[in-house]
T-cell receptor, first 115, second 114 residues
Framework: KNQVEQSPQSLIILEGKNCTLQ??????????LRWYKQDTGRGPVSLTI???SENTKSNGRYTATLDADTKQSSLHITASQLSDSASYIC??????????????WGLGTSLAVNP | DSGVTQTPKHLITATGQRVTLRCSPR?????VYWYQQSLDQGLQFLIQYYNGEERAKGNILERFSAQQFPDLHSELNLSSLELGDSALYFC?????????????FGEGSRLTVL
């Protein structure tokens, strides 16, 4: 069964600290993996996309990694800011046709950055 | 601003009623997706349309229906509403027909069923 699991479920850190969010997936065949940021009550916004051949990709203070062999991805946030408080969602796309659920969404990690 | 417009932003109604949520995708996007997000829950995929045709169906209840019109805007109809239907309903759009591209989400329509 195609699944995306994220950990931790929630996380509280102090402003300025770093943190790493995890995403494990069992989706096969794998096409790509996206990390979205969702502010409370708002729609998700894409942070980065990882394809099979990519190991690391940065977007400002956000760095995503992908290990396609172990089917794991991480999102590292450096020098956190109050505005980083949000839910971070991992979404994996399966590449096979004919399936009604090509995008498999994780439940997200809720991050709170405190001053 | 993602370019995806959803109306209404907030809606309060009673059980048993019917409501219609509207979505205008980004200019040029042919695909429209509908998602439901209950309180403190993940996003649940409901249905996808591509250029007026249903492309994929997720966990959409029989009481719910949707369509995409020739001008590409979409409507999600929710009928015989129950308390458990209270949620944020998001519309998203993407350029291509499949799930290859980035989804651009609207601000959502918050439905409260009393």
């Amino acid at each position: 069964k195609n699944q995306v699991e994220q950990s931790p479920q929630s996380l509280i850190i102090l402003e300025g600290k770093n943190c790493t969010l995890q995403c494990n997936y069992t989706v096969s065949p794998f096409s790509n993996l996206r990390w979205y940021k969702q502010d409370t009550g708002r729609g998700p916004v894409s942070l980065t996309i990882m394809t099979f051949s990519e190991n690391t990709k940065s977007n400002g203070r956000y760095t995503a990694t992908l290990d396609a062999d172990t089917k794991q991805s991480s999102l590292h946030i450096t020098a956190s800011q109050l505005s980083d408080s949000a839910s971070y969602i991992c979404v994996v796309r399966a590449s096979y046709a004919g399936n009604n659920r090509k995008l498999i969404w994780g439940l997200g990690t809720s991050l709170a950055v405190n001053p | 601003d993602s370019g995806v417009t959803q109306t209404p932003k907030h809606l309060i109604t009673a059980t048993g009623q019917r409501v219609t949520l509207r979505c205008s995708p980004r200019s040029g996007d042919l695909s429209v997706y509908w998602y439901q997000q209950s309180l403190d829950q993940g996003l649940q995929f409901l249905i996808q349309y591509y250029n007026g045709e249903e492309r994929a169906k997720g966990n959409i209840l029989e009481r719910f229906s949707a369509q995409q019109f020739p001008d590409l805007h979409s409507e999600l109809n929710l009928s015989s509403l129950e308390l458990g239907d209270s949620a944020l309903y998001f519309c998203a759009s993407s350029v291509v027909g499949g799930d290859t591209g980035e989804l651009f989400f609207g601000e959502g329509s918050r439905l409260t069923v009393l």
